[in-house]
């Protein structure tokens, strides 16, 4: 069964203070995804990689770093946390179809629930 | 701008009723429309929509997407409880991303 794991189901941390999200799919897939979902507002891309090594901002990108070192990892870096990044954090991957070249579906982890304090 | 909206933003029905939800976007180079569901946890993937396949069904779900309006529904029949959720609606424009909408929050009532 595909499988996208995150590091942690809740986490409680201070303004300031500097936060690793971890995600890990054993799909051998190209592409990872960092989405932060808030109410109203539906799910906001902030980074996506689609190779080793490889990233690109998404749509709100401030205050938020990624690192992709192993194709099977993706990991969320708040550098300097604030009260404004309390949301829930999703990881997502997914891969190229050969045939068509179209991103196929996206599979999600089961979020992180961040508040910062 | 990629945008993609979803409506309406909460939905409650009887168990039994019928509800379509809405899901209209402007994206450039449009690839695939994708739904999903979300209860309390992950989004778990519905159906992909593209060019050569606009419609799906899967039980008491269905899709079409509407490229001359560039939009899609999603129907449900015979709605259950079970079928409370979120539903999410997601573009895929070029390669890589995917767009999504706020989403519909349907809440089925016994």
């Known amino acids: 069964d595909v499988k996208v794991t995150q590091s942690s189901r809740y986490l409680v941390k201070r303004t300031g203070e500097k936060v690793f999200l971890e995600c890990v799919q054993d799909?051998?897939?190209?592409?990872m995804f960092w989405y932060r979902q808030d109410p109203g507002l539906g799910l906001r891309l902030i980074y996506f990689s689609y190779d080793v090594k490889m990233k690109e901002k998404g749509d709100i990108p401030e205050g938020y770093s990624v690192s992709r070192e192993k194709k099977e990892r993706f990991s969320l870096i708040l550098e300097s946390a604030s009260t404004n990044q309390t949301s829930m954090y999703l990881c997502?991957?997914?891969?190229?179809?050969?045939?068509?070249?179209?991103?196929?579906?996206?599979?999600f982890g089961q979020g992180t629930r961040l508040t910062v304090v | 701008e990629d945008k993609v909206v979803q409506s309406p933003l909460s939905l409650v029905v009887h168990e039994g009723d019928t509800v379509t939800l809405n899901c209209s976007y402007e994206?450039?180079?449009?690839?695939?429309l994708l739904w999903y569901k979300q209860e309390k946890k992950a989004p778990t993937f519905l159906f992909m929509l593209?060019?050569?396949?606009i419609e799906k069904k899967s039980g008491r779900l269905s899709s079409i997407l509407d490229k001359k309006e560039l939009s899609s529904i999603l129907n449900i029949t015979a709605t259950q409880t079970g079928d409370s959720a979120i539903y999410l609606c997601?573009?895929?424009?070029?390669?890589?991303?995917?767009?999504f909408g706020t989403g519909t929050r349907l809440k089925v009532l016994a």
């Open positions: 997502a991957s997914s891969r190229l179809s050969g045939g068509t070249g179209l991103n196929t579906e996206a599979f």
């Open positions: 593209t060019s050569s396949g």
């Open positions: 994206v450039t180079n449009f690839r695939s």
């Open positions: 997601a573009v895929v424009p070029g390669t890589y991303k995917y767009i």
């Open positions: 799909m051998d897939h190209e592409n």
